[in-house]
Each structure stands twice: as structure tokens, then as C-alpha cells.
């Protein structure tokens, strides 16, 4: 048995097949220089198997809108918001997407190691689908694990398990509304803002679904500290020395704002100059130690390390994926009963920073402090082993988690806290020392401040004189802008994706979130984002389904475009109130038009709508608005044109009826002159403009590479389409078995055969022409070809016999071979001679004048075929 295994990462695919293997797996290069191939023999459900271990890195996929909607000039931005989309393997991953199809055509079970997480899910979906299209017959399985240790990755091969579909489902569902929001937004802001705003022209004004509501509370800070007025203050200090300490009693007001009120109570305090004890405790304190480490405290204390929280999640990532940690991704501050900590906190004994401190703990018992949250995926971050050897940034962070891990089993600090209250002059003053009996965790965890300030002896009632009293000015002071620990901490109340990314507020900024609230849309609120959380996890328990959730969301956002889009003047006028700009500029903006706006009908093939265009040569045709992508297209006869869209047509959504003009001779006479029909549904109108399905040429190019082809139907594959194909066994002849035949571009019943060249298409139907490949380049997949059509343009009946030079009879052979041969448009062909090295080299051929896109074989026609195409 064969058994394949990916990894996130190659570090993750290395280690993990080193505890699969002992230490004794081969180490081999693949298509993709940063994704080995590790070989070894282990066990596998009770049997001796042969495993390859390999990895991808990070996601293969991107979700993209199709080349026609990626010009903002002839895209109105809320098309986005319904657009189609294709989830497309990145340029950079190529390689290994192909590293992958290699090892899957010959192996029989596919175990997914990714990250166990909402995106190690999603990635593995990516890893299983890429898989399953090389070998449709590979068999799925998923490894469940938290730490890269021998003890958890044999656990998880002894229990695998099935890929949670809805987790994965739960994160598309995130991707596509992040692409639909924030390119939607996007472009409407930086078109208008660029169009209004010269200093902006230049300029992308991006919109997050994420990043705005964090956008919200630095604004929101920054309103604060703007509006701040200074108030000034004062306060009462008074001191009092003894036994060579100096101890300061604060006064139980504060502060207050009157200056005279402060400054009468001032002389009353001067004047006495006496104190007496009114209350004096001494009682227990403790300092509690720290709960287990979740990622969100992690990237809180990056500040603290001198790192970004981006830098620190990265290195903990990287102390992961080599076997020093666990998995740093985790919400849980609870170790579970489950977990044996007893081999992590030896393996700390072997460290001379904390070694005595470990051995401490397991001396007087392993007892964590446990918070109250959990995942039910990952423990806790704790290191895994001894770290002592690591250098640099690595050091740093795993020194911080180690401690932290041996902070949070140890015992709280202890001390005494006592509280000396005086009474002068009718006024209550303070004071409090702490003398610290145990360090407890103190002495592991340095980042923990306590204080050891002590008091001098006082007695219950005893007076005494005050060394000196003192009145202080003072003024108030604005809050701070938000650190990066504080938008973290702030963003986790919201949505457990945050972004990392600190946001400095700039006039712009503050402009775009007053001009959203001036028009009441609630995009710098949380409110949205939030509820999109809450819904992902509810795809995840399966109590709400994708595509209703997508739907909603969209939906909501779409209703806030709408209002921006009708209130543009006015919000312009408040972002230039912000941005402090006196001219703008009186150039009119519109947005690009919508193709539904002038759509006739809906492209059978993708669902673009399809509009009534004139192309150079004089032609008129119907034309999908998904080109380059989509080439499907019908043309109109000689003189026909579009006179108006009168009405959306009952037949189908998409289509309309339109008013058309034809001229005599060129259509049946009840349509000569003006006409009215719908292409949905009147079946004489198709007969004049046929509309022929043709994909573009990235389309086949996609497909032809393995890649995911358009159109409905999950995993199916590209392949070569015309290349080293083989009659079925149960081939029927043109036009296949049951059903209507089919027929291809030339009218002709389509031969059905099936793919025998080993691949992601093997074993799949497709239609050709008969007589491919002499006369004609008609291929169709079986499976796509249409419920009840019959030829290649989607209908029963054959083509129409037109004024086309391809339907009108050619040269016959004896012409051909005298050597005085015409092509179909009439012109004397060429005769020449194949000059390219193959096997058809030095053989003589004839082709049209105006272009060798088809040729034909001289003594071995009857007529020579004319690449013109109308």
C-alpha cells in the first residue's frame, strides 16, 4: 500500500516524517525546490506501507473574479457583489500543485497534515480537491494533532479521522465576502475619491471588512484626544518621615478643580500640622500567577520582546513546525486532564535559566491555574523541549512561553499588605506598603512586576506631628493613541481574525469613517463584522448553510454601497471637511456602467449577460461580456441590427425581448423589416443568430493544465483536450449512444469517444467531429453538453444554411491535383510545402492566401478549406 501525506510546511512534512519513521526517512527533491519529498516505510492500519511525505506552503488557491470583471473602467464596483468567481492556484504555486498531482497518480490513500485550524482545514480541502482530480480513486483522510512530538504524531495516525468539510466551508465563505466587500468598497472609494481629490489621483483607497471597524477605534481615540480640553487640577501630598523612611500619604479626594476650595483646605492642613491613626490593617496578599498562554496574550506581548505582533507569531510558527513548541494558533487557556505535563516540565530541567525552578515544581506537585476559555481543538501554547540551543528572536520568544508555561504551575506570590489611614484637619489621608513572604512565580517570571515597599512602625490612635505638607498643580491629560497590544485586545472582542497590522490614523482615515457615520452606515462599527463571526461558526456546526450566509452578508453590505453610491456629493464634502481641502474638483464622475444594463440575454455557457455590439469589419453580434474567458457569440445576418430592449422577458431571468431590423432575403419574410423577440425563447430568432459556445483561450489554457474548468460541477478537471485520445470500448459511432445526437461546428454528427491517457480526465466522454482531425476543431466534454441540445451551438437541429463560405461546396479533387485550386472565399490557394522537421516534412499543401489557420492536404482532399470565419 502506497500512502501519500502533506504537510503545511516543509519544516511541519521534515519532522513529522521524522517521528513517523525514526529518524530514517529519505530525503528527496520534487518539482518544487521548497517541498521535499521524505520517503519511508512505517506502519499503516496493521500492514507495512510505503509513505511519501511532502507539504505545500500555505494556500495553493486564490479566490479571483474572472478577467472580464478586473477592468475598474468598464466594471461598475457592485457587479462584484454578484459576480462569478474561480478559485485559481497562484502563479507561486504551480510547482506545487504539480508535486502533488505526480505523487497522487500513484498512491491509494491521502493523509492531510495541515494545521489543525479554521485555514489548516480550508488548506487541506485545497490539498484534497488538487488530489482528487489526479486520482479520483485516492481515499481521504485527516491527521488530528497539537505539537510535533513522537507521542502526538503516532496518536494521530492511530486515529485518524474524515476532513471537517464545514470548517473549511466556514473559511470560503470568509475568503469570497472578503473579496466581494473589500474590492466592491474599494473601488467605488478610490474612483470617486480619486476623480474628487487631486492629491488622491494616484492613490488606492482600500476598504477591509476587518481592518475598517479597527480603523473605527483608532478614529474613535483620535476624536479624543482632539477634543481633549486640559483642566487643570490640584491636589493635596503629605509626608511624614520615620526610622529613615519617608512616607507619602495621599489624600482620600484626589484632586479637586477649584483652586481656592484646595488651597483653604491646604492652610487648614499647614495650620494643624497634627495626625492621628484612624485605621491600620495588615492582612494577606497574593499575586496571582498567569494564566496558560493563548495566542491573542502572545501577540500582546510582542511589544514587551521588542517584536510586531506579526514577527512574533512568525517565529512561533517556525519553534512549531521544529518540534519546540506547540501549536502557537489557539484560543485555550485550560490544559485539559488529558494532557501528561509531567514530561514538558522535565524536559525544562535540562535549562540552566529555569532548570532549579522546574525541578521545584515537580517536587511540590504540578497544579496549573486554568482560565475559563477553550476551543476544543489545541491545548494551551507550552513548550515541547529544551531550548537552550536557540539564538536570536527564537530564543527570546521560546524563553518567554517557556516561563510563561512554568509561571502558570507554580503558586501565586505571597505577602503582607498593610493600610496606615491618618485623619488632619478633618481630612482622610493614606498610605500602603507591601513586604512580599514568597515570590511564588516571581522568580521564573520576570515580566510580572510586584513591588516590596514597606511601611514604618504606626499604632492604632497615635499621633503625631507631619514633617511637611504639599500643594500640587497639576493638569489633565489626553489618553494615548492605541498601541498595537490595544487594537489586538480590542479586535478579539470583535472576531477571532485579526488584523496584525498596527494603523496609523491620517486625515483620510478620519475622513472616510466621519463621511460613513455622517451617512449612518455602520461599516466602522463592529456590529457587521461581528455577526459575520458568528455565522462562520455556525457553518462550522453545521446550523446555517455557506451559501445562505454569503447571501446575507452580501446583502447587508450591498444596502451600505447602495446609500454611499446615492449620497457621493455629500460624502466627499465631509472627507474634504476632514482632510482640510479648500477646492475640489468640478469634473463630473460617473461609474462605469453595469453590462446587465444593456444585456439581450444570458450566456448559456457562463451566465454573463451578453450585449449587442458592432465589431470592426462592420458585423453585428451578440457577444458575452465574460470575453477573453468567454468567446461565446452569435452573429447577426448581413444588415441585421439592435433597434431597442423593450422588456424583460417571462421565459427566463437575463433575457429580454428586443427590437431588431433585418433586411429582406437574409431571414423568413414574416421577420423582414422590424422583428420582436427574445433570444430565451423564440426558436425562430435563434435560428437566425445561432449562438456558438466557445470557451477562451486562459479557459482552456486552465483546463488543459489540470485546473478546475467553468461552469457547475465540483471537481471537474482539465486534461489535454484533443491530445492522444482513444475510442471507448462502447463507442457508438457519431452522435454516441441515447439521446438526441450531437452535432459539431461543420453539422455533422459528433463522434462520442473517451479519454484512455492517464490523467484527471481519464475515463471522460467527449464528443469530436467524425471527421477530426481533417476538417473540423469541434470538441465537447460529454458531461457538459447540455440537457435536450443536440449540436454544438446548444440546439436539436442542424445548422442553417447561411452564406457562410464553409457551407458551400469546394474544389474537386482533380483541380487540386492540376494544382489550380480556389479556396472557399473564391482566391487562387497557395501551394507550399511543409518545411517544419516532423513527419510531415517536405509534403506538399495548399491554404488561403489571407491566413493558414486551417489547411488542407493536397492529394488527399476534394475541397481546400477556408480559415476566413465570419
Given at each position: 500500500m502506497r500512502i501519500l501525506c502533506v504537510a503545511e510546511k516543509n519544516d511541519a512534512a521534515k519532522n513529522i516524517a521524522a517521528q513517523l519513521s525514526n529518524g530514517s526517512a529519505r530525503n528527496e527533491a520534487g518539482p518544487s525546490k521548497y517541498n521535499r519529498l521524505y520517503k519511508f516505510y512505517s506502519m499503516f492500519e496493521g500492514h507495512q506501507a510505503d509513505f511519501v511525505m511532502t507539504s505545500v506552503s500555505g494556500h495553493m488557491q486564490n479566490y479571483e473574479f474572472p478577467i472580464q470583471y478586473k477592468s475598474w473602467s468598464s466594471t461598475p464596483p457592485d457587479a462584484l457583489f454578484d459576480a462569478p468567481l474561480v478559485k485559481n492556484v497562484t502563479k507561486d504555486m504551480v510547482k506545487v500543485k504539480q508535486n502533488l498531482e505526480q505523487q497522487s497518480r500513484t498512491h491509494s490513500v491521502l493523509i492531510i497534515w495541515t494545521d489543525c485550524d479554521r485555514e489548516g482545514e480550508n488548506i487541506g480541502a485545497e490539498v484534497r480537491d488538487v488530489c482528487l482530480r489526479a486520482n479520483r480513486n485516492l481515499r481521504v483522510l485527516r491527521a488530528r494533532f497539537s505539537e510535533i512530538t513522537q507521542t502526538a504524531v503516532r496518536r494521530a495516525m492511530a486515529n485518524l479521522v474524515p476532513l471537517n468539510v464545514l470548517i473549511a466551508e466556514a473559511v470560503d465563505a470568509r475568503q469570497e465576502l472578503d473579496l466581494r466587500i473589500g474590492a466592491s468598497f474599494t473601488r467605488l472609494q478610490s474612483l470617486f475619491l480619486q476623480n474628487r481629490f487631486p492629491t488622491l489621483v494616484d492613490r488606492l483607497v482600500s476598504f477591509g471588512s476587518c481592518q475598517f471597524p479597527t480603523l473605527g477605534f483608532v478614529v474613535e481615540r483620535w476624536r479624543a484626544i482632539a477634543e481633549f480640553q486640559p483642566e487643570k487640577f490640584w491636589k493635596i501630598e503629605v509626608h511624614h518621615n520615620r526610622g529613615g523612611m519617608n512616607t507619602i500619604f495621599t489624600w482620600s479626594c484626589v484632586r479637586l478643580f477649584s483652586e481656592r476650595a484646595?488651597?483653604?483646605?491646604?492652610?487648614?492642613?499647614?495650620?494643624?500640622?497634627?495626625?492621628?491613626?484612624?485605621?491600620?490593617?495588615s492582612k494577606p496578599k497574593s499575586k496571582w500567577r498567569p494564566f496558560p498562554l493563548e495566542t491573542v496574550e502572545l501577540e500582546k506581548k510582542a511589544r514587551m520582546l521588542g517584536l510586531t505582533a506579526k514577527d512574533i507569531m512568525k517565529i512561533a510558527e517556525k519553534l512549531y513546525t521544529t518540534g519546540f513548541i506547540s501549536y502557537p494558533r489557539t484560543e485555550t487557556n485550560i490544559f485539559p486532564k488529558s494532557l501528561d505535563l509531567k514530561p514538558m516540565v522535565e524536559a525544562q530541567q535540562r535549562d540552566p535559566r529555569f532548570g532549579a525552578f522546574a525541578t521545584e515544581i515537580l517536587q511540590n506537585g504540578i497544579d496549573p491555574r486554568n482560565g475559563r476559555k477553550t476551543d476544543e481543538a489545541h491545548p494551551p501554547i507550552h513548550p515541547l523541549k529544551e531550548g537552550s540551543g536557540l539564538v536570536g528572536a527564537e530564543a527570546k520568544v521560546y524563553e518567554f512561553i517557556a516561563r510563561r508555561f512554568l509561571a502558570c504551575l507554580s503558586r501565586d506570590a505571597q505577602g503582607f499588605e498593610t493600610t496606615c489611614k491618618l485623619e488632619i484637619a478633618e481630612e482622610e489621608f493614606s498610605a500602603k506598603g507591601l513586604l512580599i513572604s514568597d515570590r511564588g512565580y516571581l522568580e521564573v517570571y520576570p515580566y510580572d512586576k510586584w513591588s516590596d515597599k514597606t511601611l514604618p512602625q504606626y499604632q492604632f490612635n497615635e499621633e503625631f506631628t507631619i514633617t511637611n505638607a504639599e500643594f500640587i498643580e497639576s493638569t489633565t491629560t489626553a489618553p494615548l493613541l492605541l498601541s498595537e497590544p490595544d487594537?489586538?485586545?480590542?479586535?478579539?472582542?470583535?472576531?477571532?481574525?485579526?488584523?496584525?497590522?498596527?494603523?496609523?490614523?491620517?486625515?483620510?482615515?478620519?475622513?472616510?469613517?466621519?463621511?460613513?457615520?455622517?451617512?449612518?452606515?455602520?461599516?466602522?462599527?463592529?456590529?457587521?463584522?461581528?455577526?459575520?463571526?458568528?455565522?462562520?461558526?455556525?457553518?462550522?456546526?453545521?446550523?446555517?448553510?455557506?451559501?445562505?450566509?454569503?447571501?446575507?452578508?452580501?446583502?447587508?453590505?450591498?444596502?451600505?454601497?447602495?446609500?454611499?453610491?446615492?449620497?457621493?456629493?455629500?460624502?466627499?464634502?465631509?472627507?474634504?471637511?476632514?482632510?482640510?481641502?479648500?477646492?475640489?474638483?468640478?469634473?463630473?464622475?460617473?461609474?462605469?456602467?453595469?453590462?446587465?444594463?444593456?444585456?439581450?440575454?444570458?450566456?448559456?455557457?457562463?451566465?454573463?449577460?451578453?450585449?449587442?455590439?458592432?465589431?470592426?469589419?462592420?458585423?453585428?453580434?451578440?457577444?458575452?461580456t465574460g470575453y477573453p474567458e468567454c468567446r461565446t457569440s452569435g452573429f447577426l445576418p448581413n444588415g441585421g441590427r439592435m433597434i431597442a430592449r423593450l422588456r424583460a422577458c417571462n421565459c427566463s431571468a437575463g433575457f429580454y425581448v428586443v427590437r431588431w431590423s433585418f433586411e429582406p432575403g437574409s431571414v423568413p419574410s414574416h421577420m423582414t423589416g422590424e422583428y420582436e423577440g427574445c433570444l430565451g425563447c423564440d426558436e425562430t430568432l435563434k435560428e437566425v443568430i445561432r449562438i456558438s459556445i466557445r470557451e477562451g483561450d486562459a479557459a482552456r489554457n486552465n483546463r488543459r493544465g489540470g485546473g478546475p474548468p467553468p461552469g457547475p460541477g465540483p471537481g471537474r478537471g482539465g486534461g489535454n483536450q484533443r491530445g492522444k485520445k482513444r475510442k471507448s470500448d462502447h463507442d457508438s459511432g457519431p452522435g454516441g449512444s441515447g439521446g438526441a445526437a450531437v452535432n459539431c461546428g461543420c453539422?455533422?454528427?459528433?463522434?462520442?469517444?473517451?479519454?484512455?491517457?492517464?490523467?484527471?480526465?481519464?475515463?471522460?466522454?467527449?464528443?469530436?467531429?467524425?471527421?477530426?482531425?481533417?476538417?473540423?476543431?469541434?470538441?465537447?466534454?460529454?458531461?457538459?453538453?447540455?440537457?435536450?441540445?443536440?449540436?454544438?451551438?446548444?440546439?436539436?437541429?442542424?445548422?442553417?444554411?447561411?452564406?457562410?463560405?464553409?457551407?458551400?461546396?469546394?474544389?474537386?479533387?482533380?483541380?487540386?491535383?492540376?494544382?489550380?485550386?480556389?479556396?472557399?472565399?473564391?482566391?487562387?490557394?497557395?501551394?507550399?510545402?511543409?518545411?517544419?522537421?516532423?513527419?510531415?516534412?517536405?509534403?506538399?499543401?495548399?491554404?488561403?492566401?489571407?491566413?493558414?489557420?486551417?489547411?488542407?492536404?493536397?492529394?488527399?482532399?476534394?475541397?481546400?478549406?477556408?480559415?476566413?470565419?465570419?
Open positions: 484646595a488651597a483653604a483646605i491646604f492652610e487648614e492642613i499647614e495650620e494643624s500640622g497634627r495626625a492621628k491613626v484612624t485605621h491600620l490593617e487594537l489586538i485586545g480590542l479586535m478579539d472582542k470583535i472576531l477571532k481574525t485579526h488584523s496584525r497590522k498596527t494603523i496609523r490614523t491620517v486625515s483620510l482615515g478620519i475622513g472616510l469613517v466621519s463621511a460613513y457615520e455622517d451617512l449612518s452606515i455602520p461599516l466602522a462599527n463592529h456590529l457587521l463584522r461581528s455577526g459575520l463571526e458568528r455565522d462562520l461558526v455556525k457553518i462550522e456546526n453545521g446550523e446555517k448553510q455557506r451559501d445562505a450566509v454569503v447571501r446575507a452578508q452580501v446583502n447587508a453590505y450591498r444596502e451600505a454601497y447602495k446609500k454611499a453610491e446615492e449620497n457621493l456629493n455629500r460624502f466627499g464634502a465631509v472627507i474634504a471637511q476632514s482632510m482640510g481641502v479648500a477646492r475640489q474638483n468640478d469634473r463630473p464622475f460617473e461609474l462605469p456602467r453595469n453590462p446587465a444594463d444593456d444585456a439581450v440575454a444570458r450566456c448559456p455557457r457562463c451566465q454573463s449577460p451578453m450585449v449587442v455590439k458592432t465589431i470592426p469589419n462592420g458585423s453585428v453580434c451578440v457577444s458575452c453539422n455533422k454528427p459528433a463522434k462520442k469517444l473517451t479519454t484512455r491517457k492517464d490523467g484527471p480526465n481519464k475515463d471522460r466522454d467527449f464528443y469530436v467531429c467524425s471527421d477530426f482531425p481533417k476538417v473540423c476543431n469541434y470538441f465537447q466534454w460529454a458531461d457538459e453538453v447540455q440537457p435536450g441540445s443536440g449540436g454544438a451551438d446548444g440546439s436539436r437541429n442542424p445548422p442553417k444554411k447561411t452564406n457562410n463560405p464553409r457551407n458551400n461546396p469546394g474544389p474537386s479533387s482533380s483541380a487540386a491535383a492540376a494544382g489550380n485550386v480556389q479556396c472557399e472565399c473564391g482566391k487562387n490557394a497557395l501551394s507550399l510545402t511543409v518545411r517544419k522537421d516532423g513527419p510531415n516534412q517536405g509534403r506538399p499543401f495548399f491554404k488561403c492566401p489571407d491566413s493558414g489557420f486551417i489547411r488542407k492536404y493536397s492529394g488527399s482532399i476534394l475541397k481546400a478549406i477556408c480559415s476566413f470565419k465570419i
